[in-house]
């Protein structure tokens, strides 16, 4: 049986590793197809038109107080990190917001005792700061300057998807499918982005179609279906162990920046990618 258990487990944290790398190709797809100089734009495009597709196909609506839940879950996984997200980008390099975002497995760790009533092994404590020295090594520059306010933003946006991971597992019993489940928190989510990207960003001049491209890649598969497969991971896990599995984005990026885009890899950039790999296997266990 405990071995069944373990294949079920490993089973599902493969399934689940699946949004992380997908993520991962967020970076090369928005500096290859999108136009520049809007993150908030594109952060709207990819979370509001997948978000009401999927409402109208499931056509559920939320009952009673998850109205509220997934309107607060819309704005701690979607609205409010995304826009910490672009603060923290246009202020620090991206190693050192990369780093900073890192820590959120850590967050998960402190608050998945009050909100969850459970307690961190000591493994799941070395893992996750494994995985901060990891990407750190992964990212980081020498010449990485930093800044009070974009730090703030990092770490904001850290602790709030920390947050939203937590109260995602311990709301995971949704009467909702996990379609609709996603697609109602991926439209509050975008409804908030709405006003920030009309009031800071002025309007897209033209788009082609390599632009369209870039951005259904990023709506269909880097947000609706990898969400889905985030939220689906979440209910089935440990959420220390989902936040961790998160730390494949950067070493997706970094292996797509040096495949693709011909990039160099120092033996730093090595290691780090070796301790992050690390880090996740250590956290499924």
Request: proline share 6%; net charge positive; aromatic share 10%.
């Amino acid at each position: 049986m405990h071995e069944d258990n373990s294949r079920h487990t490993l089973r599902t944290s493969l399934i689940t590793a699946i949004a992380p790398c997908i993520w991962g190709s967020t970076y090369i797809v928005t500096t290859q197809l999108l136009p520049p100089n809007h993150p908030l734009t594109a952060a709207l495009l990819r979370v509001l038109p997948i978000g009401l597709i999927m409402i109208l196909l499931q056509r559920r609506a939320p009952m009673g107080e998850w109205w509220g839940r997934l309107l607060y879950l819309g704005l701690l996984n979607i609205g409010v990190f995304q826009a910490l997200l672009f603060i923290a980008a246009y202020r620090l390099p991206g190693g050192v917001a990369a780093t900073v975002i890192a820590t959120q497995p850590l967050a998960v760790i402190v608050l998945s005792r009050p909100l969850l009533g459970s307690t961190p092994t000591r493994l799941a404590w070395i893992a996750a700061g494994t995985g901060v020295v990891g990407v750190a090594l992964l990212v980081l520059t020498p010449a990485a300057r930093l800044d009070a306010f974009g730090l703030a933003a990092a770490f904001a946006g850290a602790g709030c998807m920390a947050l939203g991971t937590v109260l995602t597992k311990r709301w995971s019993t949704t009467p909702l499918p996990i379609a609709a489940f996603t697609g109602w928190q991926l439209v509050f989510g975008g409804l908030f982005l709405l006003p920030l990207a009309l009031f800071f960003e002025a309007p897209l001049a033209a788009v082609t179609v390599k632009n369209v491209m870039g951005y259904a890649y990023l709506g269909i598969f880097g947000t609706g279906i990898t969400y889905m497969i985030f939220f689906w991971g979440i209910k089935r896990l440990q959420p220390s162990a989902v936040s961790l599995l998160g730390l494949l984005s950067p070493v997706m990026a970094t292996a797509l920046g040096f495949f693709v885009l011909g990039q160099s890899l120092t033996p730093l950039q090595t290691v780090g990618g070796v301790l992050v790999l690390w880090s996740i296997w250590a956290g499924q266990h």
